[in-house]
């Protein structure tokens, strides 16, 4: 099984739609959660981290269940420009006593006219 | 103003060759990694070095060595290169205690024919 696994989608929505992405992880051991935005060809990027309490950005909304070892990640008012891979990360200890990151495959979303 | 930079930004080499990625970052980060992105689209951690120490070593071939000279750069040698090492290359960093926000470069794709 996967460490992280989410729907890879496409998700192919209008402009101005709301979309959901829903990821899970295996680790019980997790302790941060983050999503981060992939564009086509270009390097991750930090969207946005993961509350248990769940954290709202503008038109960005995700929520962690740690007892379900689930993330989610709502978008509302889809824009053109939303369009991108979105990862699922977790950090889990490592050795030594450091962190590392495990990345989702990623959920591509096209938010079409 | 580029906060990590990556050379070179494409390769195609042969089989059997020895290649090298280079990486610089200049946001005084103590923490630097080595991540491959397969075509699958999955990003998995290589490598992570704190202020030029090894701390993290996923398994990974030997005929991959990450060399830091120092805690601004890491650089990646890969000997007798083989087909599936062809994949694309982020190098990122982070703070020391602040593994989620990891800054990445803008990736190396490597081609090996």
């Known amino acids: 099984r996967k460490e992280v696994e989410q729907d890879p989608g496409p998700f192919n929505v209008p402009e101005g739609a709301t979309v959901a992405f829903n990821c899970t992880y295996s680790n019980s051991a997790s302790q941060s959660f983050f999503w981060y935005r992939q564009d086509c060809r270009k390097e991750p990027k930090l969207l946005m981290s993961?509350?248990?309490s769940g954290n709202e950005d503008g038109r960005f909304t995700a929520q962690l269940n740690r007892a379900s070892q689930y993330i989610s990640l709502l978008i509302r008012d889809s824009k053109l420009s939303d369009s991108a891979t979105y990862l699922c990360?977790?950090?889990?200890?490592?050795?030594?006593?450091?962190?590392?990151?495990?990345f989702g495959a990623g959920t591509r979303l096209a938010v079409h006219p | 103003d580029t906060a990590v930079s990556q050379t070179p930004k494409y390769l195609v080499t042969q089989m059997g060759n020895d290649k090298s990625i280079k990486c610089e970052q200049n946001l005084g980060h103590d923490t630097m990694y080595w991540y491959k992105q397969d075509s699958k689209k999955f990003l998995k951690i290589m490598f992570s070095?704190?202020?030029?120490?090894?701390?993290i070593n996923e398994t990974v071939p030997n005929r991959f060595s990450p060399k830091s000279p120092d805690k601004a750069h890491l650089n990646l040698h890969i000997n007798s290169l083989e087909l599936g090492d062809s994949a694309v290359y982020f190098c990122?960093?982070?703070?020391?205690?602040?593994?989620?926000?990891?800054?990445f470069g803008p990736g190396t794709r490597l081609t090996v024919l």
């Open positions: 070095y704190n202020n030029k120490e090894l701390i």
């Open positions: 990122a960093s982070s703070q020391v205690g602040h593994t989620d926000t990891q800054y």
């Open positions: 990360v977790v950090t889990t200890p490592g050795s030594g006593g450091y962190n590392k990151l495990i």
């Open positions: 993961v509350y248990s």
